[in-house]
């Protein structure tokens, strides 16, 4: 078979590339394509918001990440409550009794259990970024002291504001990214367009509560040491 002339040589480039395209996107659920759409459509601002329910229910619905929020609010919980008895914020007869006061904390936080890949859009985000904000949680926290005797302090977390920060890039530790970045710029000269545009995504969810907590009335003997893990703190 002869080898097609220049222009009939383009347009199978550019057929071979939107077959590429379509299977690509036909192994990625609606959520890793709408975050791939963007990228690989070279227009997408350099700051995408998601705040809608469908983004919402699906950030919800990832129990890894909900872990990772309940054991940085349990440590941020601790952290206020030390901070109240140094500072000498007790009711007239002791008890801790901080009500309503604004938070905001700020971690690293996972999604889905796989790393790399585009199937699913976990797998497309999975880890948040520092360099954007990471994980950032915000609200309003109230802790009470049922009584002087009683051993535990119960903390709640309403108004509840969450937002997953991360860059939509190529991951260049894994292979896979890097080969399917270079296909993806093909893909994209064959088809005509603008090459793929890396972006900042934030993912924003609202969760009312009450995250409900019980903690010691009394600090660990260990003191502030479980704060290592979080060496940027809490804001």
């Given at each position: 078979m002869s080898e097609p002339a220049g222009d009939d040589r383009k347009v199978f480039d550019e057929f071979t590339a939107r077959m590429l395209l379509g299977g690509a996107r036909g192994v990625m659920d609606p959520y890793a394509q709408e975050i791939f759409d963007l990228w690989f459509s070279g227009t997408a601002p350099d700051e995408v918001i998601f705040d809608n329910p469908k983004w919402a229910d699906?950030?919800?619905?990832?129990?890894?990440?909900?872990?990772?929020?309940?054991?940085?609010?349990?440590r941020h919980a601790k952290f206020l409550r030390d901070e109240a008895l140094r500072a000498g914020k007790v009711l007239p007869d002791g008890r801790i009794d901080l009500r309503f006061q604004a938070y905001q904390v700020q971690f690293h936080g996972e999604v889905g259990t796989q790393t790399g890949g585009y199937n699913s859009g976990y797998a497309v985000l999975h880890g948040?970024?520092?360099?954007?904000?990471?994980?950032?949680?915000?609200?309003?926290?109230?802790?009470?002291q049922a009584s002087v005797k009683a051993p535990n302090l119960t903390v709640k977390y309403t108004n509840n504001v969450l937002t997953f920060n991360d860059i939509v890039d190529p991951n260049y530790q894994y292979g896979s990214d890097a080969?399917?970045?270079?296909?993806?710029?093909?893909?994209?000269?064959?088809?005509?367009?603008?090459?793929?545009?890396?972006?900042?995504?934030?993912?924003?969810?609202?969760?009312?509560?009450?995250?409900?907590?019980?903690?010691?009335?009394?600090?660990?003997?260990?003191?502030?040491?479980?704060?290592?893990p979080y060496p940027r703190g809490f804001k």
């Open positions: 699906y950030m919800k619905a990832d129990k890894g990440l909900e872990r990772i929020i309940d054991d940085v609010l349990f948040s970024n520092r360099a954007v904000g990471d994980v950032q949680v915000s609200g309003t926290i109230s802790i009470e080969s399917f970045d270079r296909l993806a710029r093909s893909m994209t000269r064959a088809m005509g367009q603008r090459p793929p545009k890396n972006y900042t995504l934030r993912i924003v969810w609202r969760e009312a509560g009450p995250w409900v907590y019980e903690i010691p009335v009394e600090p660990s003997k260990t003191g502030a040491d479980w704060l290592k």
